[in-house]
């Protein structure tokens, strides 16, 4: 996979005359680290749009990347153009889309490219230029669309990554009926004698794994976790968020060097009920030194709430990350299901990969013998 990154926000550039008024940007195509750039020639489409549902475009431009190339400016000339502010811009491969179709990115002329949507510009309100934030539109269904802001800058935890991507998208199918992977299927549903889905996800960076499944999943309970400087770009997309009729979506911090806190110690109000039922990750184990802690804070969710289920989806960067398996086996983790997606983008199919992991938990738990799960409150 590719991402339209904006290296120079969209910025409003006044001419002494007036016609020649223009939106200017910089942007790469890169993968999700920044490490490669596309290397191939594609047309992409700027578009000055209007910032609303309609999303009407007043400036269109074709404008060509090559391969070799490491950016690429953009000027959008509007002085001629009768345009409604606020506008944004957006960048991508096919005209006038209001929202990428994952599936497509699958299609040999896409490259797996996704597109890039500005923050607003409005003159009158003295926004010429946009903050330096970055808009993913993602088509999940025909009525519903994932919206998530990532930042422009270079911090890992307010950025998407390629595996929350595809475990989202493939999360979605798996509520329609439309994807392989049907052991992970049941899990998104609550378990037998209760009435909601508590859902926790680690490590959330942006949001998107748990934002999907609150607006996909009906009567679910979500917790999106990470460490306070995802906080702020977390709650942007909340705001976005169209949740399924009944869920809830909320941000809690959580340090996995640290006890679990106690708005997650005291979520279930029934003592011997399963606090979490489902705990989601992705992206989250390409760092070997930090695995001892996820797993030591997977380990502790485990020991308060009896059957949790965890789901890890990841995109293997190097061989080092395969001491997360085996400290999941220590902690008395088995892997109860498995499950390779492609990537999309790549020339050979299957040349990258992201998989995803169910894994159970076989060790002892604080829940008392004589008390079964399956019979408890809900």
Not at 10 to 38: M, Q, W
Not at 171 to 181: I, P, R, S, T, Y
Request: charge should be negative; glycine fraction near 8%.
């Amino acid at each position: 996979m590719r991402y339209i990154r904006f290296l120079k926000t969209p910025r409003i550039v006044e001419e002494k005359n007036p016609s020649k008024a223009h939106v200017y940007c910089l942007i790469t195509i890169a993968s999700d680290l920044g490490d490669s750039f596309l290397p191939h020639d594609v047309n992409l489409s700027a578009e000055l749009r209007s910032d609303d549902e309609d999303g009407k475009v007043y400036v269109r431009k074709v404008i060509q990347w090559s391969a070799g190339m490491r950016d690429l400016p953009i000027l959008l000339p509007f002085g001629r153009s009768k345009i409604t502010w606020p506008t944004r811009v957006r960048v991508g491969i096919e005209p006038g889309a209001a929202a990428d179709d994952f599936k497509k990115l699958y299609e040999s002329k896409t490259y797996g490219i996704v597109s890039a949507w500005s923050a607003p510009l409005d003159p009158a309100k003295g926004s010429k230029e946009a903050l330096k934030l970055v808009q993913r539109r993602i088509g999940i269904s025909k009525e519903s669309q994932l919206r998530i802001w990532e930042e422009t800058g270079e911090s890992i935890a307010r950025h998407l990554w390629d595996a929350g991507i595809v475990l989202s998208c493939h999360l979605n199918d798996l509520v329609d009926g439309q994807a392989k992977g049907k052991a992970l299927a049941e899990f998104l549903l609550p378990p037998k004698g209760k009435k909601r889905l508590q859902v926790l996800e680690l490590g959330t960076g942006c949001g998107i794994v748990g934002i999907c499944l609150a607006q996909r999943i009906g009567n679910a309970d979500v917790i999106l976790s990470d460490l306070p400087e995802a906080q702020e770009i977390v709650k942007r997309n909340l705001q976005k968020a169209k949740l399924a009729k009944g869920s809830k979506l909320s941000f809690q911090e959580l340090d996995w060097e640290e006890e679990l806190p106690d708005g997650l110690r005291s979520w279930s109000k029934c003592p011997h009920c399963t606090q979490v039922d489902l705990v989601v990750a992705a992206d989250c184990t390409y760092n070997q030194d930090s695995s001892p802690a996820l797993v030591a804070t997977l380990g502790r969710l485990a020991k308060t709430s009896p059957g949790v289920s965890v789901i890890i989806a990841m995109k293997e960067r190097h061989s080092d990350e395969k001491v997360f398996f085996d400290l999941m086996s220590d902690a008395s983790f088995i892997t109860a299901d498995s499950i390779s997606l492609p990537l999309p983008g790549d020339e050979e199919p299957g040349e990258e990969t992201v998989e995803i992991y169910l894994f159970q938990f076989i060790g002892k738990t604080r829940l008392p013998e004589a008390v079964s799960n399956d019979f408890c409150c809900g």
